[in-house]
């Protein structure tokens, strides 16, 4: 065993330890968290505004903040670009994250010095977690490779540092970990994606890649890459001693065997749950369901059932309060100085003791043109059941409405992108159709009473959906295609 994996082992089993004790008393810690974030933020611009002085528990809270999306904020946010400080939170932030955004233009999210750690521990713990349970550590004697966004920093007007968070995120890799982290600073700060992906793979060819971390689609990208430029038949091939493939922003499932697929084998996978808000949660088992919910990290988390989101007044629960199996809008309060934020979540609870969620969907990104409300799960898991059904892998999907087809009832069009079209797309279609009717009987009760016909697939060809995300300027990074629309907008572009 090398120093690294024998130091990493034991660091794993004390921060494990710590973790499990936090799993335990949750919605004691979250409780100690409200409290903490409202007394800090008392003197604040926003925190006198909302009389947090007179805020003794939960209801007062309730009471005195109203749920907020990204433009409710804005004005506070651009006090806080222009150097004013305690507005949202006392001082003024370390950096503001800036990121585009999948219901609006650009944001920029704060980040303190408090709530820094947050962002910078959970992946480190993820890992951990993983260490303690299954004894491998290998990874940490070779080369980590983390596909992201530059490091390089603006300012705004009031001297605020701004970037992407993983980029901010890169200038605080600990030292400890620089000589096996790529790829190299001047690589990771060149913004064009492709250009990028071309210059990582020419300096990862010959190194021992031993643990891979990106979301999904970036990564196929880069591995598509290096199999062309290699001339190897997989990854494994390639890097005999990859062994961990971290991931986040997006479900991975639909084209997990794709992914085991280029790379030759089945490796172990860690899910991660960041976002430029707060890092929200982490897988901690390789055994259990779902990712283990941030109870101690600076965050107090409030959950609205999700069908009474748009309400006027939407039901709002503590950790204390959810239940299990129930989609949930995530609303967080947070030591970043945001206050009944709404990220655009929605999340299911697999466990409550401790406290694990799945994501589910984007509680704005949902195909119900027809009243269907049909979300991002439901879609995978039809695709995914599809897929292993007929052994096939898929790249990358949308899902979208057609209300006014030329002939017929209208009906849902799968965009699938993948490397061979099925030889019986009938049978694929009716695979998905029926696999959606059993998870959502809406879409059920719209298809018997011949509202919608049958959903219709259209294959695209290979790198249609980079080639769209480049057309709109979100090609690579933390960019993702949305699953689901209400429109046609994406899916005219794509065709």
């Known amino acids: 065993m090398g120093l690294k994996s024998f130091f990493s082992k034991l660091l794993a089993h ?19 968290t409200f409290k903490a974030l409202v007394k800090k933020a008392a003197n604040t611009e926003f925190g006198r505004q909302h009389n947090f002085k007179s805020i003794e528990n939960y209801a007062d809270f309730v009471k005195n903040i109203p749920v907020r999306e990204y433009e409710q904020f804005e004005s506070y946010i651009e006090k806080i670009k222009a150097g004013q400080q305690n507005i949202l939170w006392p001082g003024k932030p370390l950096y503001l994250c800036k990121t585009s955004g999948t219901t609006s233009g650009a944001k920029f999210i704060p980040l303190t010095k408090a709530s820094l750690p947050n962002h910078i521990n959970s992946a480190r713990n993820a890992l951990f977690c993983y260490i303690a349970e299954t004894g491998n550590a290998k990874f940490t004697e070779g080369k980590m490779i983390f596909l992201q966004g ?14 992407r968070l993983s980029g901010i995120v890169a200038n605080h890799v600990p030292t400890y970990l620089q000589k096996n982290r790529m790829p190299s600073f001047k690589t990771n ?9 071309n ?3 020419d300096e990862t060819l010959k190194e021992d890649m031993t643990l891979i971390s990106g979301i999904p689609n970036w990564v196929m990208m880069y591995f598509e890459k290096l199999i062309k430029k290699s001339g190897k038949k997989n990854i494994g091939e390639l890097f005999p001693n990859f062994n961990l493939f971290v991931y986040g922003g997006v479900n991975v499932e639909p084209y997990r065997n794709k992914f085991y697929e280029i790379i030759g084998k089945k490796i172990p996978t860690i899910e991660l749950y960041p976002a430029s808000e707060g890092f929200i949660a982490f897988q901690d088992s390789q055994k259990e369901e779902g990712l283990l919910l941030n109870v101690n990290s600076g965050i107090f988390f409030e959950f609205i059932p999700a069908e009474e989101y748009f309400n006027q007044n939407p039901l709002r629960l503590t950790l204390g309060e959810v239940k299990k199996n129930i989609n949930y809008a995530l609303v967080l309060s947070s030591n970043a100085g945001l206050w009944a934020y709404s990220i655009g979540d929605t999340v299911k609870f697999v466990s409550l003791e401790p406290p694990r969620i799945k994501v589910t969907g984007r509680i704005k990104h949902f195909t119900s043109a027809f009243g269907e409300h049909v979300i991002a799960e439901e879609v995978e898991a039809a695709l995914k059941f599809a897929c292993k059904k007929i052994h096939l892998s898929v790249t990358e999907f949308h899902v979208a409405p057609e209300v006014n087809p030329q002939s017929g009832l209208p009906y849902h069009e799968w965009f699938i992108e993948t490397d061979s079209v099925p030889t019986d797309i009938e049978e694929m279609r009716t695979l998905i159709d029926n696999k959606m009717q059993q998870l959502n009987v809406y879409y059920n009760d719209l298809i018997k009473g011949n509202i919608l016909q049958p959903c219709k697939l259209t294959f695209l060809q290979k790198g249609a959906f980079n080639r769209y995300m480049k057309s709109v300027g979100k090609l690579g990074g933390q960019n993702k295609v949305p699953r689901l629309a209400n429109d046609r907008e994406i899916a005219d572009k794509l065709i």
Do not use: H
């Open 189 to 197: 700060c060149i913004e064009d994606w492709d250009q990028k992906v």
């Open 150 to 163: 530059s490091p390089v920093m603006e300012k705004t007007k009031g001297d605020i540092a701004y970037g």
């Open 14 to 32: 004390f921060a494990v330890s710590k973790l499990k004790r936090e799993a335990k008393n949750g919605v004691e810690l979250q409780q100690k």
């Open 199 to 201: 210059a990582i793979v």
